[in-house]
Protein backbone atom coordinates (compact mmCIF):
# COMPACT_ATOMS: atom_id res chain seq x y z
CA UNK A 1 0.00 0.00 0.00
CA UNK A 2 1.51 3.38 -0.95
CA UNK A 3 1.00 6.51 1.29
CA UNK A 4 1.44 9.74 0.50
CA UNK A 5 2.35 12.96 2.92
CA UNK A 6 1.95 15.92 2.02
CA UNK A 7 3.36 19.36 3.57
CA UNK A 8 3.70 23.14 3.16
CA UNK A 9 0.44 24.33 2.66
CA UNK A 10 -0.62 27.31 5.00
CA UNK A 11 -1.62 30.52 5.14
CA UNK A 12 -0.06 33.27 2.86
CA UNK A 13 -0.62 36.67 1.84
CA UNK A 14 -1.72 37.00 -2.02
CA UNK A 15 1.10 37.64 -4.08
CA UNK A 16 3.67 35.19 -1.23
CA UNK A 17 4.96 31.90 -2.25
CA UNK A 18 4.45 28.36 -0.93
CA UNK A 19 6.32 25.20 -1.43
CA UNK A 20 4.50 22.08 -1.05
CA UNK A 21 6.09 18.92 -0.58
CA UNK A 22 4.72 15.12 -0.95
CA UNK A 23 6.60 12.03 0.27
CA UNK A 24 5.53 8.76 -1.33
CA UNK A 25 6.53 5.10 1.03
CA UNK A 26 5.42 1.49 0.59
CA UNK A 27 5.74 0.93 -3.05
CA UNK A 28 7.35 -2.09 -4.45
CA UNK A 29 7.25 -0.99 -8.07
CA UNK A 30 8.91 2.13 -9.46
CA UNK A 31 6.30 5.32 -9.08
CA UNK A 32 4.94 6.77 -12.35
CA UNK A 33 3.67 9.82 -12.59
CA UNK A 34 3.29 12.33 -10.10
CA UNK A 35 0.73 15.25 -9.19
CA UNK A 36 -0.92 18.11 -7.45
CA UNK A 37 -5.00 18.62 -7.66
CA UNK A 38 -6.83 20.87 -5.85
CA UNK A 39 -10.31 21.61 -4.79
CA UNK A 40 -11.64 24.60 -3.53
CA UNK A 41 -14.99 24.39 -1.36
CA UNK A 42 -17.72 23.73 -3.56
CA UNK A 43 -15.56 23.19 -6.86
CA UNK A 44 -14.64 19.66 -8.02
CA UNK A 45 -11.28 18.60 -7.61
CA UNK A 46 -9.16 19.74 -10.73
CA UNK A 47 -5.42 19.24 -11.98
CA UNK A 48 -2.83 21.63 -11.22
CA UNK A 49 0.32 20.07 -12.54
CA UNK A 50 1.75 16.41 -13.27
CA UNK A 51 5.30 14.99 -13.55
CA UNK A 52 6.79 11.92 -15.23
CA UNK A 53 8.58 9.98 -13.76
CA UNK A 54 11.29 11.60 -16.43
CA UNK A 55 10.33 15.19 -16.02
CA UNK A 56 8.57 15.97 -18.31
CA UNK A 57 5.54 18.59 -16.85
CA UNK A 58 1.85 19.63 -17.62
CA UNK A 59 0.48 22.71 -16.18
CA UNK A 60 -3.15 23.76 -15.46
CA UNK A 61 -3.48 27.29 -17.95
CA UNK A 62 -4.55 28.98 -14.35
CA UNK A 63 -1.28 28.07 -12.90
CA UNK A 64 0.93 28.28 -15.67
CA UNK A 65 3.92 30.60 -14.81
CA UNK A 66 3.32 30.60 -11.62
CA UNK A 67 4.12 27.08 -10.22
CA UNK A 68 6.76 24.96 -10.77
CA UNK A 69 6.35 20.83 -10.56
CA UNK A 70 9.77 18.87 -10.29
CA UNK A 71 10.39 16.00 -8.31
CA UNK A 72 13.09 13.32 -6.93
CA UNK A 73 12.90 10.25 -7.94
CA UNK A 74 15.37 8.91 -5.48
CA UNK A 75 13.56 10.49 -2.70
CA UNK A 76 9.95 9.15 -3.58
CA UNK A 77 9.10 12.79 -3.67
CA UNK A 78 7.24 15.74 -5.34
CA UNK A 79 7.15 19.23 -5.06
CA UNK A 80 5.26 22.50 -6.13
CA UNK A 81 6.51 26.00 -6.07
CA UNK A 82 3.84 28.02 -6.10
CA UNK A 83 4.87 31.75 -6.65
CA UNK A 84 2.68 35.08 -6.72
CA UNK A 85 -0.64 33.32 -5.14
CA UNK A 86 -4.08 35.22 -5.47
CA UNK A 87 -7.22 33.77 -3.82
CA UNK A 88 -8.12 31.85 -6.53
CA UNK A 89 -5.58 29.50 -5.37
CA UNK A 90 -7.43 28.85 -1.96
CA UNK A 91 -7.66 25.16 -1.96
CA UNK A 92 -6.96 21.50 -0.37
CA UNK A 93 -4.40 20.47 -2.63
CA UNK A 94 -3.62 16.88 -3.47
CA UNK A 95 -0.65 14.90 -3.92
CA UNK A 96 -1.55 12.36 -6.65
CA UNK A 97 1.20 9.12 -7.54
CA UNK A 98 0.55 6.68 -9.77
CA UNK A 99 2.44 2.85 -9.72
CA UNK A 100 2.43 0.47 -12.55
CA UNK A 101 3.20 -2.86 -11.86
CA UNK A 102 2.67 -6.05 -14.39
CA UNK A 103 -0.88 -5.75 -15.78
CA UNK A 104 -2.14 -2.73 -14.09
CA UNK A 105 -1.78 0.81 -12.93
CA UNK A 106 -2.68 1.77 -9.40
CA UNK A 107 -3.61 5.58 -8.65
CA UNK A 108 -2.96 7.08 -4.88
CA UNK A 109 -4.24 10.08 -3.31
CA UNK A 110 -2.63 11.91 -0.05
CA UNK A 111 -4.32 13.38 2.54
CA UNK A 112 -4.61 16.79 1.64
CA UNK A 113 -3.27 20.12 2.67
CA UNK A 114 -4.79 23.53 2.96
CA UNK A 115 -3.64 26.36 1.38
CA UNK A 116 -5.15 29.94 1.72
CA UNK A 117 -4.16 32.89 0.38
CA UNK A 118 -5.39 36.24 2.11
CA UNK A 119 -6.24 39.30 0.00
Known amino acids: QVQLVESGGGLVQAGGSLRLSCAASGSTFPISDMGWYRQAPGKQRELVAR???????NYADSVKGRFTISRDNAKNTVYLQMNSLSSDDTAAYYC?????????????WGRGTQVTVSS
Open 51 to 57: ITRGGST
Open 96 to 108: YAEVVSPGRTLGY
